[in-house]
């Protein structure tokens, strides 16, 4: 075998092995490298090279543009030598199919099979080559990078909170994950986005008790109510002082207390603002080792209350504690396609329903809120909102707020 022949070969190995890191390393997620780092020294090497993509990419693709020009230029030498100048089409027709099966094509689709495996094995020889190439690196990336100032800013992709759940919706479509566990997961990652207005009970369906109460009264109110900590008010019924177990006011009645005032029996508040998002308040009921907050207004007065069990149903959904407790979803797709939705519905479950985005609107983080927005009125049963996330019928007003509509999740612009 000649020496231009088997140069031939070497220059067609290096080719199919530029081709597959290439491939290989573009191929990896975020989640691969971290797995491969964990691993060892190898996985070490991918995550250094695969936090520099400009100079990986460019390292590789001088190597392989230099071993295809050289396997070229080989293979031709070897042809005229043997057949003349008549054979230099014929050459650089087989070459081109050559390295295009064995230089690209090939290698390429095992990287894309195994390649975390592929990465692993050509990461030492693609760490080389950023050493022994770095000086046309440096130049080719200077120029590639004034040219691409002229088509405007470089922007990068990143691992962002809508990515995520953009995620798990396919990894459900795909049949991945089941629909309760991707539902379940992508409220986690909207416990970030979404605020304590979304989830409170508003201060009109607020049950609360005077400070004045007896702790035999309380008790035998929050037993028609079914609560178990209560708000207490002084004066007025937006001015909240204290919190009471009922509990705390059963054990006063059980040792013959029982006309003694919640004002003595009641405790401090934990009291929080309605843009606090749901996820620092889940931590901060951890923290303090608290299961209920007081939601209060710009001015000081009540707007609501929020407990760990309205943070625990925006991720698994409604919890139901007796057989007697009224069904009720917040959101109901029907048959033909449509929704029935709660007024209090989070917008940002509507939003990803319609595959569009959540208005930036702060004191609007629910339906009724969206739908009275939308009118620019107090909404009644039959208006219906055309908004960009789609069309809301409203089916059922109570108190001048909207708590149900029927919504089709049709886009309009």
């Known amino acids: 075998m000649s020496a231009s022949l088997l140069g031939v070969i070497i220059c067609l190995v290096f080719s199919a092995l530029f081709s597959a890191g290439e491939t290989a390393f573009t191929s990896l997620t975020v989640f691969q490298i971290e797995s491969l780092k964990r691993r060892g020294a190898g996985g070490t090497i991918v995550e250094r090279l695969a936090r520099k993509p400009d100079e990986l990419l460019a390292t590789i693709l001088i190597g392989n543009n230099i071993v295809n020009i050289t396997a070229s230029v080989l293979a031709t030498e070897w042809a005229m030598e043997r057949w003349g100048d008549w054979s230099l089409g014929a050459v650089t027709g087989v070459m081109t199919l050559v390295i295009l099966i064995f230089g690209e094509v090939t290698p390429k689709r095992i990287a894309i099979a195994h390649n975390e495996a592929v990465a692993s094995a050509l990461a030492p020889l693609l ?35 809508e990515t995520m759940v953009q995620m798990m919706s396919i990894a459900e479509h795909m049949g991945i994950i089941d629909y309760a566990k991707s539902s379940m997961v ?76 919640l004002a003595g029996i009641m405790v401090e508040p934990l009291f929080i603002l309605p843009n606090k998002p749901i ?123 909207v708590e149900t509509a029927a919504y089709r999740p049709e886009r309009v612009e």
């Open 127 to 161: 760490l080389f080559c950023t050493w022994l190439f770095k000086p046309l690196v440096v130049a080719v990336n200077t120029l590639s990078s004034l040219i691409t100032r002229l088509f405007g800013k470089r922007s990068r992709d990143s691992l962002s909170m």
């Open 186 to 261: 992508k409220n986690v990652l909207r416990l970030g986005s979404t605020t304590v207005q979304a989830v409170m009970t508003h201060r009109i369906d607020v049950f609360s008790l005077a400070a004045s109460t007896s702790a035999d009264a309380a008790c035998r109110l929050a037993s028609e109510a079914s609560f178990s900590r209560i708000p207490v008010y002084e004066g007025d019924s937006e001015n909240i002082v204290g919190i009471v177990s009922i509990r705390d006011a059963v054990v006063e009645v059980l040792n013959g207390r029982g006309d003694k005032r």
């Open 279 to 401: 996820g620092d308040l889940f931590t901060l009921f951890k923290k303090r080792k608290e299961t209920f907050s007081v939601v209060i207004d710009e001015y000081g007065g009540l707007a609501g209350i929020v407990t760990v069990r309205d943070i625990v149903e925006e991720i698994v959904g409604e919890i139901y504690e007796g057989s007697e407790e009224e069904s009720r979803e917040r959101i109901e797709k029907r048959v033909d396609g449509s929704y029935i939705v709660s007024g209090d519905a989070p917008l940002a479950v509507i939003a990803e329903i319609s595959g569009g985005e959540a208005p930036n609107l702060p004191y609007v983080q629910t339906v009724a809120g969206y739908i009275a927005w939308s009118l620019d009125r107090i909404p009644v049963p039959g208006d219906v909102a055309e908004t960009p996330l789609g069309r809301f019928t409203v089916t059922l007003v109570e108190a001048n707020r």
